[in-house]
């Protein structure tokens, strides 16, 4: 069924999404070393905002496609907001993946297929600190140069038919990404640039409630 | 009882769609109209539901010179499907191998916006049918326009238009797929394209 694809296809990007997630959290360049440098830039992290645009240029269209959204981050709550502005949301609170669309419906997340159990897993790795659940799916290398950067090469066969790699470049202070770059298996790039981060910023519970 | 499924269950094979809208005599004279005649470019959504899920994506449309080219788009960026129809007939640019069984119930959907050359067409049951190399289709209403398309996926039904580009483009597309699941395409976001 075209339903169970286009949820797959969710799925393994819901999958890309945590993962981006626990990078702005906790991933490295000299792997061990960078790894300890963001942990410890997030010890003290209650809360985070960042907003971020995405950029696609795609051979439909003369210019970039261009979009914008937020990420937002309470461990108080344990809890994880994702929006893409006039598309989607995503919300990972506790042991649970919910996801709207655009008119604010609520939409199929995968239910109990191991995506979503990988999903829901990986949440718990970023509530957690237990970053082992990354390794799983990613093989991680140093980005070439000074920036603390990190290159993620799928191991999983279902993720590296969509994506070929993802390339982060954090804050000097690990605080939090700067840049991602998602390149698809057909070779194609999608372009984060991600603001400047918000940290202790008062995020209520009904932000992680749904739209 | 059995009668009553069995006619459900052929409902939801063939896609029992909306009737088409009458059309008066008087509408009889008009010429059938599809999509705009100048180039656009839309942004909106796709929307799959059914069987009690449901699921959405980005699309990117792009019609010129009656070519109509669109992209499904992962809110994350992973561009699913690419495809572009016109009257050379289709070009699938990249279809994520998980959607390559649904090939021509997605470019059903995309053909909508394509203009294709119809050497038939005759007025029956009320309606003007109409046949490409690809598809049938349906004018009906007044103002006459394209009603429905029937291709190799879904039946497609144009829900709405919107003016753009010296005429109307098909805002919202409603194809019905079996035991009521339903594919919605919605354009939010129309723009006419300088010609080239």
New interface residues.
Partial sequence: ??????????G??LR??VCLLLSASAIAADVAEVLARLTAASRDLATLRVGFT?E?I????DEP?V?HGTIEISRPLAAVRWE?V???LLILSGDRVRRW??DG????TG?DDPATAALRGQMRALLTGDWTALDGLFALAALPGDQPGLRLTPKDPGLS???AAIELVFRADFAAPVSLV?T?A?G?A?RYAFADPERDVALPAARFAGP | MIRLLALLLTCAAVGCAPRLPPTPSAARAQDPYATAPGDW?G?G?L??S??G??????V?M?VRAGVA???L????????A?LEIGGAGVVV??L????R??QA?LVDLVAVYARLPEPERAWRRGALRARTAQDRRSYAGDPLLLRRVDGAGWPVHVADFVTVAGGLVPQRLVAD?PFT?E?RLTL?EVIALAPR
Avoid: C, N, W
């Avoid at chain 1, 795609?58 to 269209?61: I, K, N, V």
């Avoid at chain 2, 899920?53 to 980005?58: L, N, T």
């Avoid at chain 2, 788009?73 to 699913?80: A, H, M, P, Y």
């Fill in positions: 069924m075209v339903s169970a694809a286009l949820a797959r296809s969710i393994i990007v890309l999404l995405q696609k795609l051979a439909l269209f496609v979009s893409y006039g598309k989607s669309g655009a419906v609520e939409e199929s239910g038919k969509y994506i998602l698809s057909d194609d999608t | 470019r942004a959504r929307t799959l059914g069987f899920r449901r699921a959405s994506v980005g990117l792009r080219r669109a992209a788009v992962e809110d994350g960026g992973l561009v699913l690419d640019h990249r994520a191998a998980d959607l069984p649904h119930v797929g699941a594919l939010s």
